[in-house]
C-alpha cells in the first residue's frame, strides 16, 4: 500500500477473519461484520489514543484480552510497540469493512 493510512478507518475492533487468508495475506473485518461460526477469533482493537485490546482464546477456549499499546510507521502497524516482543503488520490494504495485512 503506497497511500498513507488513514488512522479515522483504522480505529476499531478488527477480528481476524480466518476464511479469507491467503498464503500471503491476513484478513481482518470489523467486529460488526457477519461471521460464520469459528471457535475462536483473535481481535485487536485499536483505539485512537494508541491504546490496544487484543482478543484470543485460551487453551480452554474462554476469550482472552489483553491490553498494550499500538503505533503505526507508514503503512506498518506496530503492536505492543512497548516491548521487545513487538509484531510488525505491514498493511496490504484498507477500508472500513476489510483490513489485508501481509503475512
Known sequence: M??????????????HSHEEDS???MVFRPSTY???PARGRNSMDL???GSLILGGSAADDRK????SKWSIDKNTLI???TSA???????KS??????????
Do not use: C, R
Open 34 to 36: 457477519k461471521f460464520p
Open 23 to 25: 498464503d500471503s495475506e
Open 85 to 91: 516482543n513487538a509484531q510488525m503488520m505491514k498493511i
Open 47 to 49: 483505539k485512537q489514543d
Open 2 to 15: 503506497s497511500d498513507p493510512i488513514n488512522l479515522q478507518l483504522l480505529y476499531k475492533n478488527w477480528v
Open 64 to 67: 482472552t484480552l489483553t491490553k
Open 79 to 81: 503492536l505492543n510497540h
Open 94 to 103: 484498507l477500508d472500513g469493512d476489510k483490513l489485508i495485512i501481509e503475512k
